[in-house]
């Protein structure tokens, strides 16, 4: 083909530093009508066949010989110019290798998808999504679904009025940045005041929705959640709207990214998306990274969810990724949660976003009851104040559940997880390695956490005596206990060790649950009991962070106030958290820590560059990177943490990029002379010093 491109410039498969560079190859004259930038290829590299990813076209080579032809390549690109310029500048960010960053952007190539005929590319006009924007903007629903108009408990939604018609939320359509302090959505306890495809459960999916689809008349949108659930609320919102999820036999206006979905499905929904066939995606962690022909918004939902936080090189934040997006494409980005993470703090204390905080005139009718019972409560009601389940708060639930389904958060799963000697009261260890001792179901002989030995005989290594008490007590034993409680009344236990319970599934009784395994009810619970609460909190530095968004999730599945809603927390948290928890004031949690944080210079005021090998490598880094940089007058950086053959930094947020460029320098230098010994993870997770 007369003036075709003659070389492909490939990103390769390789672990190595040094060869995260782009290699010219040459386009074969068969291949040339389907070789293009963001193309998939497979190549010959060092002897082998790889694979690799053409990131540009050119006609001529500096590379002096006869060039290596291109093996074969897949008909369609899986990627676009831009989402490869993203990958660049997250492998940039954060120290890392562009193939890893491609390797988390893409799902695996199907080649029997790309074989299917494209659908048309513009569905700017689609009148289902005409229709959808206007539905959302009424608050009405599709013509022959249950009109929400009609559900008092939706047009006087805190959700609906203080959020979707705030000047702050119509700012995202023209590229505003928004940190949103949500508030729960039900619906109805009514069935009949809810379309047939809503999804059950407190996610202001609506909301979101109405927020973010009107930039789809723009250019395509992307929603970010942490699971499969909130995928499922997702869908189920836009159905009730008229909208469908995107197939390869009917298309449709949602690409779902999901890795629970067959490769099949979930590639041809990420080629919708990136063509423009669907223009509202909609998924997992990995949904922030599609390519998309012009990003007019984005979403995150619980941006301090665990599952945001990628396991894999070059461990992308998802909070971050969306951020350079919003930067780079000039998107709108919106950041919602019942809890609100110190990090998107961050970016509104910096300036870079605003703040949108639930009105409180519409915050007390909007929550249920919430009574947090720490130790001066449980001191004034005397010895029954002390059980797991307070006497006072088990009076409420045996008379909630003439009302509706009863809810009991444990923090922890199994049966029993640590336990002591009855008399001394001696924490029980494993007599090898000194771990704690847990027992596995009623009648098991306790057992070694770390080793799993077993223990038959065991008896106290103070006092000698055989006899055992539970101590930190799991889910199966509450729930046990609850039985024998209240033996007319179902139990039902929702945790990833016996099974997580479907939305909807239980109409009455009690739900024991641990975080993240909350089965939604119509109608939300009558009441809830937050057991051992302080438990939640870990010692790392989000521990009251994630305290606070485990325990908000479990108030928002319960009825509100003016239903007759109400929470019981039962144990010793922070003041800070109680005090959170009693005003429903996430907002101003988060500012108050992103404070205290500041002061003491700890992250995200600061950022975290953690580096990782041999004694030479690290030695290296030392003397070329770290030390230079701390030795300066503003203290640029300081030793956060030294374990082993790992050192952990704070830097000022200035200084990170600069420091991590060098130490990736120094990482290519080394793998280049045979050293590939030198690791680099930044803004992991602070640990406590050694």
Known sequence: MTGAPAIARVCVDSPLPHLDRLFDYAIPAPLAPVVAVGSRVRVRFAGRLVHGVVCALGATSDFDGALTPIRTSASVPSYTAEGLALARAVADRYGGNLWDVLRLMAPPRVASVEKRERRAGDTEGDPAMTRAREALRSGGGDSDLTDFTDSADFTDSAVAADFTDSAVASSIVTGGRVVWEALPWRGSASATALGPNTALGPIPARAILATVIEGCAQGSCIIVVPDSRAVDAFVAAAGDVGLSRWTARSGGQIAVIHSDDPAAQRYGAYLAAMRGEARLVLGTRPAVFTPVPRLAALAIWDDGNSSYREQHAPYPNVLAVAAMRAEREGAGLLIGGFAQSVA????????????????????????????????????????????????????????????????????????????????????????????????????????????????????????????????????????????????????????????????????????????????????????????????????GLDGEEDALRHILAAIAHVRARREGGAVAVAGALPDTVTRCLATWSPANWAADAYAERAELGLPPARRVVEIEGSSSALGAALAVVIGPAASAPESEVREASANGGSRAYLVSRRATQPIVDALRALQVERSRAGHPDLRIHVDGPLEPAG
């Open 344 to 539: 998107a703090r961050a970016l509104v204390e910096h300036g870079w976003a605003e703040s949108a905080p639930a009105a409180r005139g519409v915050v007390r009718d909007a929550i249920p009851a919430i009574a947090v019972l720490g130790s001066e409560e449980r001191e004034r009601e005397g010895g029954s104040g002390w059980h797991w389940m307070p006497g006072r708060a088990w009076a409420t639930a045996r008379a909630a559940l003439g009302i509706g389904p009863v809810l009991v958060l444990v923090p922890r799963s199994g049966y029993v997880q640590g336990v002591a000697c009855a008399s001394c009261r001696a924490w029980a260890t494993c007599r090898d390695c000194g771990g704690p001792l847990a027992l596995a179901s009623r009648g098991a002989d306790p057992a070694c956490i770390e080793c799993g030995l077993l223990h038959r005989d065991w008896h106290c290594h103070e006092c000698g005596d055989a006899r055992l008490a539970q101590v930190r007590q799991g889910i199966e034993r509450i729930a046990e206990q609850l039985q024998s409680m209240e033996p007319s009344a179902a139990v039902a236990v929702s945790s990833s060790g016996t099974g997580i319970v479907s939305d909807g599934a239980v109409t009455g009784g009690f739900v024991v649950a641990t975080p993240g395994a909350i089965p939604a009810v119509r109608g939300g619970y009558a009441y809830a009991v937050v057991v051992d609460a302080g438990a939640l909190v870990g010692p």
